[in-house]
């Protein structure tokens, strides 16, 4: 049996400062240890998954214990699914098959028939060949039947080949076995052919995606934003993800600084800005007024592009890291602002760093999470987590309510609350330090107060980016820029796709066989946002 060790109750007036510090050391070791012994066993139990050993049994708990589930208030008359749709009322049917009965007696007369519908599918090859005549005019030159433009002079047709793109970008169907569903359905491909059909020649799709973005930012009033790992040619990369509930644009780089994310938010412009929106940003981030006089000296200079910016820095003497970081990111905020990106915008993220730009608005459930984590080790401590706790979800549905009807009162009482809840002590010094930490956190978790439009949790991104995560684990890296370029591609159309109510099947039929009937996903992008309500 495994001992517990319960800290001594001391009185309150015989906690001095130093026992107050010995307990709060008390406290942090105790977590550390409580992890420890967590991450121990989850090794055990790999070691002895890798070992063919028996895992630990899982007890389900005892079936008496289980609550009755309440009585129905179906009322008794109606029976279950009394209400249900008619599935095969819009079903297109492709084939009528009379079926007369076995045997029908002498006299009957034919009254109706009684429909039964099956659905199925068809999964075979389709070979169709293609003879172009060729005819010889008088001057002895030779004219020649052409191609569906929709064939691009290939020998895979275009169901085939969204069918490739459908099973690898929204399946997640490995190229391996992709080819060898192909070859089992008869098709006759190789491994390189099927290559050059999922990454080359996607110019039409990159241009799509690139839209989506620049538009999407333009007509919206914040943003999802998160990154995860995403390996490229065996090297770590990251990838990042900008969307709400209108557009979701991913697209994978080496670095996940600031700077690299301002860059993506230019949206396909390459130039760095200086204008009073750039030097501003500067100014708040303090950079030293003698390096900021060389800058404001060529206020509305633009740099096409990296080459230039950074000769730039050079000849003004600019080249502390520090120096050059802020500079940078402060032109890349004017480059942002001055193609179109409005000055309030905001930014939801999980408090990483890197998105603190423009108007930044915290996530909810992620500055909840250090709360879950504590582990209490007295009855006082825990009573005190209890109370938090439930404090905090209390303002948390207020401010969802808020948010359906926003009130100055209101407003105010929530302001309140919050300071009520996050400057209180408390008898764990590790609850103490998160709640002054969430504390200092309090525009930025409280922005929707002033803007109710925006989310209370970043759940949307962190949805959104898994995709990678699950492509990580199965694929492992990609190794081509074509391959890397397609990855973030496809799913940001597929993502966009989805949040847009249009079928991924549909879209890419459409776009392969050049029927244009789906418009751009940007002018359906534009259209959702602006929709009211």
Not at 268 to 276: T, V
Not at 304 to 319: A, E, K, M, R
Not at 341 to 349: A, T
Request: proline share 5%.
């Amino acid at each position: 049996m495994k001992a517990i060790l319960i800290p001594p109750t001391i009185p309150e007036d015989e906690k001095s400062p130093l026992v107050l510090q010995l307990l709060a050391l008390i406290e942090h070791q105790g977590t550390i240890i409580q992890q420890q012994a967590e991450q121990i066993q989850q090794l055990k139990d790999e070691i002895a998954r890798l070992k063919n050993q028996p895992p630990r049994p899982k007890i389900e708990p005892s079936s008496l214990e289980k609550k009755k589930k309440g009585k129905s208030k179906r009322p008794k008359d109606k029976r279950p699914g009394s209400k249900k749709r008619h599935k095969t009322a819009k079903l297109k049917i492709h084939k009528d098959r009379p079926i007369e009965p076995e045997h029908i007696p002498a006299g009957s007369e034919f009254r109706y028939y009684k429909p039964f519908v099956v659905q199925d599918l068809k999964l075979e090859a389709y070979n169709t060949r293609y003879r172009l005549k060729v005819y010889q005019a008088p001057d002895g030159s030779y004219v020649t039947g052409k191609l569906p433009l929709f064939l691009n002079d290939g020998h895979y047709g275009p169901t085939l080949i969204c069918f490739a793109l459908y099973q690898y970008y929204h399946c997640h169907v490995t190229q391996p076995l992709l080819l060898e569903q192909l070859h089992e359905f008869g098709i006759d491909i190789s491994t390189g052919k099927l290559n050059n059909i999922l990454i080359e020649n996607k110019e039409r799709f990159h241009q799509e995606k690139d839209q989506i973005l620049s538009v999407g930012l333009q007509v919206s009033s914040y943003v999802n934003v998160d990154d995860t790992g995403a390996r490229h040619q065996g090297q770590n990369g990251y990838c990042t993800h900008i969307g709400n509930e209108s557009f979701s644009w991913f697209e994978s780089t080496e670095s996940k600084s600031r700077i690299n994310f301002l860059k993506l938010l230019r949206a396909g412009y390459s130039d760095y800005l200086i204008n009073m929106d750039a030097i501003a940003y500067m100014e708040v981030n303090k950079l030293p007024k003698y390096v900021l006089s060389s800058i404001t000296a060529n206020l509305g200079a633009i740099f096409v592009n990296d080459c230039q910016w950074n000769q730039f820095l050079t000849d003004c003497g600019i080249v502390k890291h520090r120096h050059v970081q802020i500079a940078t990111e402060g032109a890349l905020i004017g480059s942002v602002i001055e193609h179109g990106i409005p000055k309030h915008l905001v930014i939801l993220s999980d408090d990483a760093g890197q998105f603190n730009v423009l108007l930044h608005a915290l996530c909810w459930i992620h500055a909840n999470r250090a709360i879950d984590k504590i582990i209490p080790y007295t009855d006082h401590a825990k009573k005190d987590l209890d109370t938090v706790k439930d404090q905090v979800w209390l303002l948390y549905k207020g401010l969802k309510k808020y948010k359906q009807n926003p009130k100055l009162k209101e407003k105010k009482r929530l302001e309140a609350m919050f300071d009520k809840i996050f400057s209180r002590k408390t008898a764990s010094a590790t609850l103490n330090s998160i709640l002054k930490r969430i504390y200092q956190n309090k525009s930025e978790l409280l922005l929707v107060l002033e803007r109710p439009d925006i989310p209370l949790h970043n759940n949307g991104a962190e949805s959104a980016i898994r995709e990678y995560v699950k492509k990580r684990k199965i694929s492992g890296s990609t190794r081509s820029e074509n391959g890397r370029r397609c990855r973030d591609t496809f799913t940001s159309l597929k993502k966009t796709c989805r949040k847009l109510g249009v079928s991924f099947w549909q879209y890419l039929k459409d776009r392969i066989e050049k029927t244009n009937f789906i418009p751009d996903l940007c002018e359906l992008v534009r259209e959702h946002a602006l929709k009211p309500g």
